[in-house]
Nanobody
Framework: QLVESGGGLVQAGDSLRLSCAAS????????MGWFRQAPGKEREFVAAVRWSNGRASYGDFVKGRFSISRDNAANSVYLQMNSLKPEDTAVYYCAAGYVGDTVGRPEKYDYWGQGTQVTVSS
């Protein structure tokens, strides 16, 4: 089970750090990713980090504002979000899976958290 935390209501330009922890097990060698979904929109890839080499990938909209990291010893993954914009408002989901090079495809992930709401006011 994956459990996200750290969401909330912030103003444009603020920062948030989301956390995701594995409960009752470990991530193993799965890649860890963050997705988001705004009302009426499809789930969107935000970021992912591979277990094998720690290499991170980001959605095109991130443009250097977000940073993903993982702590295998703590069974946790983090998403540091800076310079937040109102269009970043969404429910953010943590996911884990053996995804290979397809880190941006949600159907490749087999474990999902319940989501945490991020709301950015203008």
């Amino acid at each position: 089970q994956l459990v996200e935390s750290g969401g909330g209501l912030v103003q444009a330009g603020d920062s948030l750090r989301l956390s995701c922890a594995a409960s009752g097990g470990t991530f193993g060698s799965r890649a860890m990713g963050w997705f988001r979904q705004a009302p009426g929109k499809e789930r969107e890839f935000v970021a992912a980090v591979r277990w094998s080499n720690g290499r991170a990938s980001y959605g095109d909209f991130v443009k250097g504002r977000f940073s993903i990291s993982r702590d295998n010893a703590a069974n946790s993954v983090y998403l540091q979000m800076n310079s937040l914009k109102p269009e970043d408002t969404a429910v953010y989901y943590c996911a884990a899976g053996y995804v290979g090079d397809t880190v941006g495809r949600p159907e490749k992930y087999d474990y999902w958290g319940q989501g945490t709401q991020v709301t950015v006011s203008s």
